[in-house]
């Protein structure tokens, strides 16, 4: 079956770190994939997507890379802000169980301290 | 810009009570979708609804579970006798045309606690 797998959390960062979130995904077919976010007490956000290999999404100054070969699509921020503390879900859809449902990992905190 | 809301923002019910969710999709969304996140574990989705009828569900919607979209606006996801197991955030989400790769947009989610 399908599943995406994310580093564990939380992730603890001065502002103006480098962010790198680790998603991996497994699935058939060619799926579309997501990175939404959860501030805290708000639902869940879309923050990029990729549709196709290769594919960079990016927002906000937050990038990944649609890595077929490697079956990734890590989650980048050259330098974090306070504000960016959340949790991070990678998911994908688009596999052979679910044309338009998201499979979600199971999420990463972030904790950007000053 | 316009946003999915759900109701309530909390519930708490007594085991084997019936409870509805409600959410409002965003009103020229066509599908409509309902999630679950356990506490400390993944989002896993429950039901996809489109044109008045369920169109996917996984395992984990048995048949104590029932969605409906009473009117133009409402889509509801009724736990006909709720069960421990059944404390979780529920997530509403809805998109315009269900297309690969279409983004999902999601409620701010109802917290329930079965007691």
């Known amino acids: 079956g399908n599943s995406v797998t994310q580093m564990e959390g939380p992730v603890t960062l001065s502002e103006e770190a480098f962010l790198t979130i680790n998603c991996t995904y497994t699935a058939t077919g060619y799926p579309s994939l997501f990175w939404y976010v959860q501030y805290p007490g708000e639902g869940l956000q879309l923050l990029l997507k990729a549709t196709k290999a290769d594919d960079k999404g990016s927002n906000k100054g937050f990038e990944a890379t649609y890595r077929k070969e490697t079956t990734s699509f890590h989650l980048e921020k050259g330098s974090v802000q306070v504000s960016d503390s959340a949790v991070y879900f990678c998911a994908l859809s688009g596999a052979s169980s679910g044309y338009s449902t998201l499979t979600f990992g199971k999420g990463t905190m972030l904790l950007v301290s000053p | 810009e316009p946003e999915v809301t759900q109701t309530p923002s909390h519930q708490v019910t007594q085991m084997g009570q019936e409870v509805i969710l409600r959410c409002v999709p965003i009103?020229?969304?066509?599908?409509f979708y309902w999630y679950r996140q356990i506490l400390g574990q993944k989002v896993e989705f429950l039901v996809s609804?489109?044109?008045?009828?369920?169109?996917?569900k996984s395992e984990i919607f048995d048949d104590q579970f029932s969605v409906e979209r009473p009117d133009g606006s409402n889509f509801t996801l009724k736990i006909r006798s709720t069960k421990l197991e059944d404390s979780a955030m529920y997530f509403c989400?809805?998109?315009?045309?269900?297309?690969?790769?279409?983004?999902?947009?999601f409620g701010p989610g109802t917290r329930l606690l079965v007691l």
């Open positions: 989400a809805s998109t315009k045309e269900g297309g690969l790769g279409e983004t999902q947009y």
């Open positions: 609804f489109y044109n008045n009828e369920i169109s996917e």
């Open positions: 009103s020229n969304h066509l599908y």
